[in-house]
């Protein structure tokens, strides 16, 4: 009785199979990766720009502290870091706001750099230049002469209005 020998196909799909696993990992494990970098490189240009880096490595001078009322003029390129930003000085150069809130009264005569929730320009400021802002909300009731640009939800040229309720006359 003779043996029909045995092929070598089992053998071949079999490696087949176990590559084409091997690379499914492969490619799933370089997916999350990238995602987890991604997620990192995020939560570092964030860090980054919360603390004011940015603008301090292009040379910005850091002022920082939980409220900051600015009123003796800037000459230099200056960073504000902090809750609450409020600049009624005038500036020759450029300034940089990164807060919660920041309020402009006087006028700037280079660039605004604005990173956080709400910036109001309040009538009789200027911006001499560009306003660049990545806010929530800006409230523009001064001028800027140059672009606006960033990154904001709403941006409002109307005062807002309040109303007293209207008084009740007692009956007798």
């Known amino acids: 009785m003779s043996e029909k020998p045995k092929g ?3 053998f071949w799909i079999g490696c087949g199979i176990g590559c084409l696993l091997l690379l499914a990992m492969t490619a799933a494990a370089g997916v999350v990766g990238a995602q987890l970098l991604r997620e990192h490189y995020r939560r570092w240009t ?3 720009e919360i603390s004011g880096a940015d603008f301090v490595a292009k040379g910005f001078r850091k002022v920082s502290g939980p409220l900051i009322q600015v009123t003796e003029d800037i000459r230099e ?3 504000f870091v902090g809750e609450v930003v409020s600049i009624t000085a005038d500036a020759s150069a450029d300034v940089a706001v990164v807060a919660l809130t920041a309020e402009v009264h006087g006028n700037i005569a280079g660039s605004l750099f604005f990173r956080g929730q709400m910036l ?3 009538p009789g ?3 001499g230049k560009d306003l660049d802002a990545r806010a929530t909300f ?3 009731l001064g ?3 140059g672009e606006i640009r960033g990154e904001y939800k709403t941006l409002s040229r109307t ?3 309040f109303v007293l309720p209207a008084a009740k006359s007692a009956e007798p």
């Open 46 to 48: 964030a860090e980054r």
């Open 77 to 79: 390129p200056t960073v």
């Open 138 to 140: 800006i409230q523009l």
């Open 120 to 122: 109001a320009i309040y």
């Open 8 to 10: 070598r196909a089992p």
């Open 143 to 145: 001028n800027v002469k």
């Open 125 to 127: 400021a200027e911006i």
């Open 159 to 161: 005062p807002p209005k």
